[in-house]
């Protein structure tokens, strides 16, 4: 995870230095649904999300940089053991994802319509109710004149990898996009997510420029 946010940092120092030669940036907001392929759901609804991206400027190869984020929420239930310290946690939580990352757009054009490829990498969080997985222990301090305050939201995070490509259609600054990403879950969590927890997800979009 370190050296994906290392990463996300050197693209976007890299990316600022080219804004000294050209001010076309843009920012995009898209708003879509998706659907997560998993075996761990005992329910499958398509969930909605929505998000915003900073357009860097074409270089002379028609390509740009994108970095940005979305949140997205479903009324899919997961239905999964959580593994800590040795022990199994029952777990059914809906389903709440967050995502950062940057992408690689390739712009074409046919006739009037603009299309966009897009490949993208970024940092993919499962946020879920954590049932009773036990809490870790917050750390003491001896000192009187320090107190820590803990909050308890209920949840628990699986993090993971999104490796995505898709295609966008663009009519002036009024495009749609449809996208397939893979989750390797596993990559990072293998100790505390199931064997067969990675999945797929399709997103379609509604994008506005600006």
Known sequence: MRTFIIGLFLCLNLSAQSLEKVKSERSLIEVGSFLNFSKFKTKQNAGFYAGYWYRFPVDETKTRLELGTNLGYSKSFYEFNYKKEGLLY????????????????????VENIKIEWVSELGLHTLIFNDGDIPKDEPEKNDSQNSYNTNIDTNTATFSSLKIGQGIRFWKNNIGIGVQASYLPYRFWNREITPEGFNSFSIETSLLFKF
């Open 90 to 109: 029952p777990i059914r939580s809906e389903e709440f994802v967050w995502n950062l990352g940057a992408r690689m757009v390739k712009e074409y054009h």
